[in-house]
């Protein structure tokens, strides 16, 4: 399965758009790339997921970029709710969860 | 729907004691997974299932069994617990293979090993 690189933490002014961005050089042309987030210590949200066009849902939206060696998922008008750790995952058959992102959404 | 629940919500053990974490789901997904979480890390898989009566090992399956026998139910069995099991444990369900399904995740149960 292919990994995937993200910053550790960022942050955003709220009302803004948050852009969290996510390697993934080594991806395979039948690989998914999926978003989930997790608020506090609740279990993991899913939010979004690609394999090579843009895609958008009441949620997010997710850029996938031409050699679809990253991807930066975009929060339109982010709010203090979505202060979370976002999570890029590249999938084969199994899930493998990374560090995250942290995003804190700032009033 | 009531998703996926996971029992129970906390518990305590001491080392060597042996339990059951239990996680049910009621959306008629064919896969489940049991993944564990150490503080300031991430979800780390121990045991999947694509179906009843099969189940396979993830990254970290020593310690652990699992067994799923009817379509809803996913139990993880602690055989004897030491202290690097203390962790938050996560139950997750979905429709059909991962590759391209989402994951429905349960609430958790925090697990501490004295």
């Known amino acids: 399965d292919a990994k995937t690189t993200q910053p550790p933490s960022m942050d955003c002014a709220e009302g803004r758009a948050a852009n969290l961005p996510c390697n993934h050089s080594t991806i395979s042309g039948n690989e998914y790339v999926y978003w989930y987030r997790q608020i506090h210590s609740q279990g993991p949200q899913y939010i979004i997921h690609g394999l090579k066009n843009n895609e958008t849902n009441e949620m997010a939206s997710l850029i996938i970029t031409e050699d679809r060696k990253s991807s930066t998922l975009i929060l339109p008008h982010a709010t203090l709710r979505d202060t979370a750790v976002y999570y890029c995952i590249v999938n084969g058959n199994q899930f493998y969860f990374g560090t995250g992102t942290s995003l804190t959404v700032i009033p | 729907n009531a998703g996926v629940t996971q029992t129970p919500k906390f518990q305590v053990l001491k080392t060597g004691q042996s339990m059951t974490l239990q996680c049910a789901q009621d959306m008629n997904h064919e896969y489940m997974s049991w993944y564990r979480q150490d503080p300031g890390m991430g979800l780390r898989l121990i045991h999947y299932?694509?179906?009843?009566?099969?189940?396979d090992q993830g990254e970290v399956p020593n310690g652990y069994n699992v067994s799923r026998s009817t379509t809803e139910d996913f139990p993880l069995r602690l055989l004897s617990a030491a202290p690097s099991q203390t962790s938050v444990y996560f139950c997750?369900?979905?429709?059909?293979?991962?590759?391209?399904?989402?994951?429905?995740f349960g609430p958790g149960t925090r697990l501490t090993v004295l």
């Open positions: 997750a369900s979905s429709l059909g293979t991962v590759v391209y399904n989402e994951q429905f």
């Open positions: 299932s694509v179906g009843a009566g099969i189940t």
